[in-house]
């Protein structure tokens, strides 16, 4: 198995662990895009948004709540952040284990928009 985040979850590789229970493991990112941004991931691997059953609606869910804590937490509630899955190429995904991200503790742009400036607001 060479899944990066399956081997977090398993401890096979480090990570600056900062929330686990039976199902979730959150952790920093290696990169970090602002004062806080953490990774919510679940112990069992799913690839991607695409993936997720409706039988996995109480773990994403819980990994929700899982950010809402860890944001408080970390203090970022109240001043605000994102909570982010991205999916697949156009959704900038990366890493092939779906992972929540909670990026805060600063204001953050707003840049969601396509690259390709063809597209047209109807
Ligand atoms: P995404 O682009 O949504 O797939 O995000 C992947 C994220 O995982 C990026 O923000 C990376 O910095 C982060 N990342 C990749 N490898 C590791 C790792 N070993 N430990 C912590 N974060 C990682
Ligand atoms: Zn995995």
Request: charged share 25%.
């Given at each position: 198995m060479e899944c990066i985040f399956c081997n977090i979850a398993k401890k096979k590789v480090d990570a600056a662990i900062v929330y686990e229970d039976k199902d979730i493991i959150a952790f920093k990112d290696i990169?970090?895009?602002?004062p806080v941004h953490i990774l919510i991931i679940p112990k069992?691997?799913?690839?991607?948004?695409?993936?997720?059953?409706?039988?996995?609606a109480g773990l994403l869910g819980n990994m929700i709540i899982v950010g809402k804590k860890l944001a408080k937490d970390l203090g970022t509630a109240d001043g605000g952040y994102k909570l982010l899955f991205r999916t697949g190429k156009h959704g900038g995904q990366e890493v092939g284990h779906i992972h929540l991200h909670l990026i805060g503790g600063a204001a953050l742009h707003e840049e969601i928009r396509?690259?390709?400036?063809e597209w047209e607001r109807k």
């Open positions: 990169h970090p895009l602002a069992k691997h799913i690839a991607s948004i695409n993936d997720v059953e409706e039988s996995d396509p690259l390709n400036v």
